[in-house]
């Protein structure tokens, strides 16, 4: 059973850091491509930030460019989400969610297509 659960939210100032961690287990992390989402009150959700299965290939929202990072540790099971710079407007639950089958980063991250399980989520609440 696939299973990811995301850690490492919180509440931070404007400006700061946050790293947050999408554990995986149920499954073999390798062969999947993961994407970190994120939903505001009142707001689709929207792709953050993805990476292929290899780590090979990255997308990120045009609002995170620059600020955010995303990595992988398939040995650790885990993706990350490193976020720098944050603003007011990045606070929202934050998801990671995994698909085996991708047609490239870039559609799975603007499409939220081909998605096989999500986590539960973790806030982020940006404020001073």
């Known amino acids: 059973q696939l299973q990811l659960v995301e850690s490492g939210g919180g509440l931070v100032q404007p400006g700061g850091s946050l790293r947050l961690s999408c554990a995986a287990s149920g499954f073999t992390l390798d062969y999947y491509a993961i994407g970190w989402f994120r939903q505001a009150p009142g707001k689709e959700r929207e792709g953050v930030s993805c990476?292929?299965?290899?780590?090979?290939?990255?997308n990120y929202a045009d609002s995170v460019k620059g600020r955010f990072t995303i990595s992988r540790d398939n040995a650790k099971k885990t993706v990350y989400l490193q976020m720098n710079s944050l603003k007011p407007e990045d606070s929202a639950v934050y998801y990671c969610?995994?698909?085996?089958?991708?047609?490239?980063?870039?559609?799975?991250?603007?499409?939220?297509?081909?998605?096989?399980?999500w986590g539960q989520g973790t806030l982020v609440t940006v404020s001073s």
């Open positions: 990476i292929s299965s290899s780590g090979g290939r990255t």
């Open positions: 969610a995994a698909a085996l089958h991708i047609t490239t980063v870039q559609t799975m991250c603007v499409g939220l297509n081909g998605l096989d399980a």
